[in-house]
């Protein structure tokens, strides 16, 4: 995976893309997971697939709770694209079906389900290699004007990328 980032992180500033910080799927994040997400057009969802390590446990040979709840929010937030918004997690709930175990192979699919005004749901399960679930979450994400960010942040917001 350090490979894959290594080569994500110099095409982004290679292309003069935006700098992505952020801590699940930032290239510039050094100390961030960098994790990968493919967007589906067609079936209009995001998945990711990818092996959690140990620096990522909670209990000896499990997943911390919060890294799964990451995985998901990572997810679920990327299907925003789909509706060309810029939004913020405003609820996630999770559910903890089966352990995540360090360094199992697991696949994260998330979609949009309803859209009301500038609140937009989506839901998202983790699976593992056999298809077992093992955790689930839903979200409710707040559309964020452009102007409004930057003038509370101070940062301008880059338009809203067409990939995952």
Do not use: W
């Not at 510039?28 to 990818?50: K, T």
């Not at 925003?80 to 995540?100: G, I, K, M, Q, S």
């Not at 077992?132 to 994400?141: N, V």
């Amino acid at each position: 995976m350090k490979q894959e980032f290594a080569e994500r992180k110099a095409e982004a500033r290679a292309g003069g893309a935006p700098v992505n910080v952020c801590f699940g799927c930032g290239e510039a994040n050094d100390a961030g997971m960098h994790l990968p997400f493919e967007r589906d057009d067609a079936a209009q969802r995001v998945r990711g697939s990818f092996r959690l390590g140990a620096r990522y446990q909670g209990a000896p040979g499990m997943i911390h709770g919060g890294i799964i709840a990451l995985v998901l929010d990572e997810a679920l937030g990327k299907v925003c694209r789909f509706h060309d918004v810029r939004a913020v997690t405003a609820e996630l709930t999770v559910e903890y079906l089966r352990p995540v175990k360090v360094d199992q192979e697991i696949r994260v699919e998330a979609f949009h389900v309803e859209r009301k005004e500038r609140n937009l749901f989506h839901e998202g399960e983790i699976r593992d290699a056999e298809g077992r679930m093992l955790a689930r979450g839903r979200g409710r994400f707040v559309a964020v004007d452009p102007e409004t960010y930057r003038r509370v942040t101070g940062i301008a917001l880059p338009d809203v990328p067409r990939t995952a």
